[in-house]
Every structure is written in structure tokens, then in C-alpha cells.
């Protein structure tokens, strides 16, 4: 008989059972970070429905979810080293939270051929937990309907430019959703956010603590129907900066107003006829820049927005 075939359970399917041995060697990873990336994974519609009070059940599990969740047992973090103001416990961002990424840094992240282990991205994700990439098998990716998208009325089209990567993710989200999930290569994944940044929605690296604390998938957003865009708005920091920052260059600004209509993040004003960039809401995905049909935007590098998730930068970083 077949050695998996002999260990496996029937009511349980190897995406599953992967992702079960995968928590248990995660010290930081509790019973309840396994529970609720089941729930996750397994539900995610009906999950991120409650999330955007979208469901008509939003009201009855949003609470019950919570209360359960509250009773579960909770992973231990080592807040030591953060400074004296962030060491008050682990708020919901720092446990769910996305990197913006420019399309060429995107890119990167689902071409690459190797498994890549960067453990703590302290500086480039700046948050408590949730900051790991392990990506095993980087090639195995799949195409989901956006959650966000199919719990919005009338949402953006199309609705498959949820790219979850690398193992067990992608198999548990194929086996769990057939009918929403499809698998794909990588060029494929390419070729879909580069039609994402064309319809000028942004690209965000997802983190998630339940998610075995690391990135999990990037995700094609938009303000209309992006949940994470709109908490982001409303005052849960969950969504970091890419590391750059956008600039109008006036002299060759015609004040078309087009990088306006664009900005996701409502970070672009005009000024006397001209865009000017808000420095603080500016998040360096740039959509504008690539939407500027006289080259007056260009993005660059800003100190204090953060490191860019460059995963060869990095690897050669830490080796």
C-alpha cells in the first residue's frame, strides 16, 4: 500500500495535513492560530463577508468569532526589543496586514524558482507578528476570486486576481475551493497583475498570523472593494508602505488630473492647476506614476517610508 495513502485520513485532505505539520513546528504558533487559519482557508468568503459587515450573518458571527477566538489559547511574543510605546500587546494589524508593492517588486516575488527563507523582516514589515516569507515550492501557485471583489456589490471584473503562493497554501485553497480557485503559472501571475496595474489598482504582499505567521499571497486591490484599503482608511494601520514615495515633476505636468482619478489611497491633490503628492498618505505603489502619460511622476526611494520588499535585495542581505 502506498506509505501516504496508508497515513492519511479519510476525512482529512493532505492540504490539510500539511498544513497541521507545518504549525506544529512554528513555536510561535498557537492551537488557536491553527483553528482560525482553518476557519480561514476553508471559509474565507463567508470569513471576509463577516469581516466587511457584508454578510447577512455578519452580525451573529462576528461576535461569536470573536468571543471564540478570545477563548483560545494564545501564542507567547517577545515584545522586548520594540520600543516601550508598542509593547502593550498585539493589536489586529500586527497580526494581518499587507506590504504595497510596486509591479516590478511583485513580479519578483512569484517568478522566483527556489525555496527563499527570510525568517524576520522586522524592518521591511513593521509589525509584532505575521513578517516571515518561507516560501516552499514558489512555483505552486493559484488564481482565487477576491473575497473582497464577490462581497462587494457590483465588484470590479475580473474577480480571480487573488494570487495565494508556495505550500501548503495554494493546495489548501485549490482543494477547499474548486469552484473559485484554479491553478496557474507563474508567468500567468505576471500576466494578471500586470492586467491589474493597467485597470490601476495596487499590489499588496499579504501577511497573516493565522496564515503560520509569514506571506501567504498578494492580492490585486482597489479602494471600491478592498477591505483592507478601506480598514487602512479608517484608521487600522494594516497596510505598510512600499519603501517609496511619488513626486510631480511640474514642469511637465499638464494637470490632466488622471493620476487623481487613479490614486487608490486618495493621495493626490491639485494644487494651482497641478498634482501635488500628500507625503503622508502616499503609500509608493505607483499606479500614477504608470498612469502619467507626459512622464511627471516617477516614484523613489524614501527612508522613512520603510524598506521595499525586494526579495533579492534582502536575500543577499541575510545571505
Known amino acids: 500500500m502506498d506509505e501516504n495513502r496508508k497515513n492519511s485520513h479519510p476525512f482529512i485532505c493532505p492540504s490539510t495535513r500539511k498544513f497541521m505539520q507545518e504549525s506544529r513546528t512554528n513555536p510561535n504558533y498557537s492551537l488557536g492560530d491553527f483553528i482560525h487559519g482553518y476557519i480561514y482557508g476553508r471559509w474565507t468568503y463567508l ?10 450573518l455578519a452580525k451573529i458571527l462576528g461576535p461569536l468569532f470573536s468571543l471564540t477566538t478570545s477563548l483560545l489559547p494564545k501564542p507567547k511574543v517577545d515584545t522586548q526589543n520594540f520600543p516601550p510605546e508598542d509593547r502593550t500587546g498585539i493589536t489586529f494589524a500586527d497580526g494581518y496586514h499587507g506590504k ?6 511583485a513580479s519578483k516575488l512569484v517568478t522566483i524558482n527556489q525555496p527563499l527563507k527570510l525568517p524576520d523582516l522586522e524592518q521591511v514589515i513593521p509589525y ?6 518561507i516560501l516552499e515550492n514558489p512555483d505552486h501557485i493559484a488564481a482565487l476570486k477576491c473575497p473582497c471583489r464577490t462581497a462587494s456589490v457590483n465588484p470590479c471584473q475580473p474577480e480571480d486576481v487573488c494570487l495565494i503562493i508556495g505550500e501548503p497554501f495554494a493546495s489548501f485553497i485549490v482543494e477547499h475551493h474548486p469552484d473559485k480557485a484554479r491553478w496557474i503559472s507563474q508567468q500567468e501571475a505576471v500576466g494578471i ?3 491589474e496595474e493597467a485597470r490601476g489598482h495596487v499590489h499588496h504582499a499579504f501577511f497573516k498570523d493565522a496564515m503560520l505567521d509569514r506571506f501567504y499571497a498578494i492580492c490585486n486591490c482597489c479602494s471600491c472593494c478592498c477591505g483592507a484599503i478601506n480598514a487602512h482608511r479608517n484608521g487600522t494601520p494594516m497596510l505598510a508602505s512600499s519603501g517609496y514615495v511619488s513626486e510631480v515633476n511640474q514642469k511637465l505636468c499638464i494637470g490632466c488630473e488622471t ?6 489611497f486618495d493621495a493626490i491633490r491639485m494644487v494651482d492647476g497641478l498634482a501635488s ?3 503622508d498618505k502616499c503609500m509608493g505603489c505607483g499606479v500614477c506614476s504608470s498612469k502619467c502619460e507626459q512622464g511627471a511622476i516617477s516614484i523613489r526611494l524614501e527612508p522613512a517610508k520603510g524598506v521595499p520588499l525586494d526579495i533579492f535585495t534582502l536575500k543577499g542581505d541575510q545571505g
Not at 504595497?100 to 517588486?105: A, E, F, G, I, S
Not at 509584532?128 to 516569507?133: H, S
Open 100 to 105: 504595497v508593492m510596486p509591479l516590478d517588486k
Open 128 to 133: 509584532k507578528r505575521a513578517r516571515a516569507i
Open 47 to 56: 470569513y471576509i463577508g463577516v469581516a466587511k459587515g457584508k454578510h447577512p
Open 259 to 264: 493620476c487623481k482619478d487613479f490614486c487608490q
Open 277 to 279: 503628492v500628500d507625503f
Open 193 to 195: 497583475m500586470e492586467a
